[in-house]
């Protein structure tokens, strides 16, 4: 036997872990122990197994992990004696769950047990499943709970009972077949089977609305009649709870009614007097006896309308609110919230009290009473309550500051009946509070300010005013500075005095002085230093008496650590000192921000008025050359099913082109050889509608190929005819990238030019240049040499390119080519696979000579590596 | 239904845990770290619910454990706070004026009468007799185990004698 595992017994390892002084003391106390464990696993130990297990379940409890133990725990529960059973499930439980794969080992021994003769190993098993089954372990398992469900001994239906809520949850789809049983459950008398058949009816009712019905029709009136009998029934101290026989069953059986009550009358009419029963005669000076009541009026609020019911609900509700337990106005303050909806007037005669509930000392009291009256907030009350909030805001303990300011700042918004009110609460909470005002809060406090030019004076002075008492308030310091710069004429001449206001003297030294303060002022951050030195330009335009001092102050700035700073500090010091003459109009008052967008894109951006700093949803659109190639693909790709696959010699491409009407065999699409992607892709191009006016003679010198093609162009320009528009839609396609004037030709090439194309009458050039900023563009110029003595009109090049590439073509240095002469286009390629994969290009030119149609094509593979 | 079982000692001491709901190991940790910190720091007079994470958790004090039991919104937590005094109460009769050693001790114990409880995160019995009668029958079963395998060593070890 292995000499460590005999060691200790689980009480002497206990007592060393709590001798341990030090957490590295039981940590080494724990490593010996886990040792041990460990040899004793590897030797086989039976003897010391159901030790090793508990030793193990213990360590688990203290967090140390213990997942070498899990097959021991299958080792034990596939043991024939009860005691190995019973701590193997505790142990299965305990250290598994129903993620670990280990888990599925287990579904065999929980099958077999589950079939015991031994009750009690049964109720075991079925223990284990309720708490750690898998949606697999639930299908495998659900015949055998159903069967336990009329077991003969009531524990074991009862543990049955809530397996199969287990089950139901895991596999809603099995509930149908738990509905007959567990209809069969609720007559029985026992209490635990009662309280678990109930309540595996109101998962069910959860899960099926058919089974809702059924039980509706067959048990409803059943259920009332147990529900009288155990409300009436005497004195039994088996279930006696603070003299209330049974809560427990009291509470799921006002559950179940409620599922049941719930969207039908008839239902609803029938638990109607017993509800009142309940509600009425429940005592309610215990805990127990609150959670009856709670529970009833809960379901009187779900069922359907009868009005003496609700007023006795809400009485009982009033009644709670005033209790002195903190629980049950915590209960209360939540069945209020959920009665919002069935009758918030009820809810709002309330008011006071729940406004009282905010300063409650108690943080869950408080909070949900915040809840509560923020949802209770309208028009006809946003007043009082905001000024109770706000005057509770100065005593609230730090912890709910963030919480209720961002309620009262959002009531306060969305209710303001005027904005000189709105205004004023604002400047009241940044006071206040203002650390805890979230960003785009003053955003939108700033946007409402300069909406209301009448107010710009008022605002300046008040914003001014509470600058002095409250300089710690960051958000308040912001407004004000900003507020200061913008309306700092309106400060200093008492403009726009209200008759309410007092009228205070202000010089403009006096406004520097303030903004001097914010900049110097140990709490203010690196944005309000930045907004401090643009309102004190915008001072030094205003006042420029106070220019020279303005200037010193921006200049102490000059070599501040922060770039943002000191950027600002110089680039406004030169404007004081060497742009006089542009300084006024560089800073005039800001434009006024239009509300309606603001709000809009606030509501876009934050959905629920979460903090963010104002984050533009408008993405910036898209160049035009990266959205344009899109359609172009688009475009090209079209009936690209049916294209024959051109070879590389235009002869035969040619052939290829117009091979779709050609009768000849070779030209069939599915003889054809597959072909690179970028040549496919100008066939497709071609194919759509091609014209095909083919001059005969200049293309292929050859004289075969031209008999052979005599008879498809014939037929060709017939079809072509019936579709004039593609290729000129096509064209403006090509052309609509946008007039870029073309680049100078001459430039330095870090590629050498190629010969594109060549044919007898016509020669084309590229010369490149590379995009230093991108290397994956390149800059093509296209140099096209006429080679005969003949002017060629109505000159067009067509290019396309397969889809790594994007391709921008410029207008052509002029669409007529003379005698012996040149001319010049320029094109963009980027290639996306730059370096993977190389440049390929089908092209196309078409031009007239001497009003005869001439059309040239070919593919350009011959581009520099690397481009 | 109840998602997991808390008891946690003043010191922050973990005497037990059941969880009904799938958390991993780690979140498990996270989870009893972040509820105690919550929990051990309440005031005596405030009320027995936190909100946590969407939840509600239900604690009552007794003696130095805080007994704690995680929740749905809409569940009944005067209900629930009724389990939690349930529970105490069997315990009770069971290790006979339990106190926190015994859990310690007898750790395994009270996870036998939590299974007879709860299962599936819901109450099985709201009868005490009954649990008491459930467990000590249990109990009774492994006793008789224990001394027949004991009396089975004395007579192996007699015949080797």
Redesign the interface.
Known sequence: MNPFSSGTRL?DM?RAI?ASKTAAEERAVVRKECAAIRASINENDQDYRHRDL?KL??IH???Y?THFGQMECLKLIASP???EK??GY?GL??LL???QEVLMLVTNSLKQDLNHTNQ?IV?LA??AL??ICSAEMARDLAPEVERLLQFRDP?IR??AA??A??II?KVPDLSENFINPSAALLKEKH??VL??GV?LCTEICKVSSEALEYFRKKCTEGLVKTLRDIANSPYSP??D?AGIT????H?RLLKLLRVLGQGDAEASDCMNDILAQVASKTESNK??G??IL??CVQTIMSIEENGGLRVLAINILGKFLSNRD??????AL?MLMRSLTVDSQAVQRHRATILECVKD?????Q??ALELIYLLVNENNVKPLAKELIEYLEVSEQDFKGDLTAKICSIVEKFAPEKIWYIDQMLKVLSEAGTYVKEDVWHALIVVITNAPDLHGYTVRALYRALHTSFEQETLVRVAIWCIGEYADLLVNNAGMLDLEDPITVTESDAVDVVETAIKHHTSDVTTKAMSLIALLKISSRFPSCSERVKSIIGQNKGSFVLELQQRSLEFSSVIQKHQNIRSALVERMPVLDEATFSGRRAGSLPAAVSTSGKSPLSIPNGVAKAAPAPLVDLLDLGSNDTPAPTSSSNNFLQDLLGVDLTQPSAQPGAMQPSKAGADILMDLLSIGTPAPVQNGSANGDLLSIQDNNAPIASMNTISSTSPTAPSSMMDLLDGFGPTPPKSEDKSAAYPSIVAFESSSLKIEFNFTKQSKNPQTIDIVANFINLTPSVYTDFLFQAAVPKFLQLHLDPASSNSLPANGNIKQTMRVTNSQQGKKPIVMRMRVAYKINGKDVLEEGQINNFPRGL | MIHFVLLVSRQGK???????S????KER?KV?RELSGVILNR?P???????WRGYKVVYKRYASLYFCMCIDQED????V???IH?YVEILDRYFGSVCELDL??N??KA??IL?ELL??G?????????VAR?IS??DQ??EV??EEASSISNIIAQATK
């Not at chain 1, 049974?246 to 069953?249: A, Q």
């Not at chain 2, 973990?14 to 009904?20: A, D, E, H, N």
């Open positions: 009480s206990i709590r508990a379940m213990f409890m203290l967090g992990p004696g009860f005691p019973r701590i505790l439980m305990l769950d129903e993620r009690y109720g079925l223990c309720g708490n524990n009862k543990k809530l397996c809520i287990r949850r209490h635990g309280i678990t309540h088996e279930y709870v049974d809560p427990f069953l509470i805990n127990a609150n959670a709670y529970e903190n629980n049950i106005r915590y209960v939540n000392s108690d943080a869950s009291i909070k949900r | 973990v005497r037990l845990t059941k969880w009904y799938p958390y991993a190991q940790s009893i005031g007079k405030l009320c027995n619910f936190v909100e009944n937590e005067l209900e706070l009724e389990i349930h310690i001790f750790f395994h996870y036998y299974d299962i599936a819901e109450l099985q019995e709201s009868s005490k007799k009954t459930i029958a249990q079963l492994v185990a224990k």
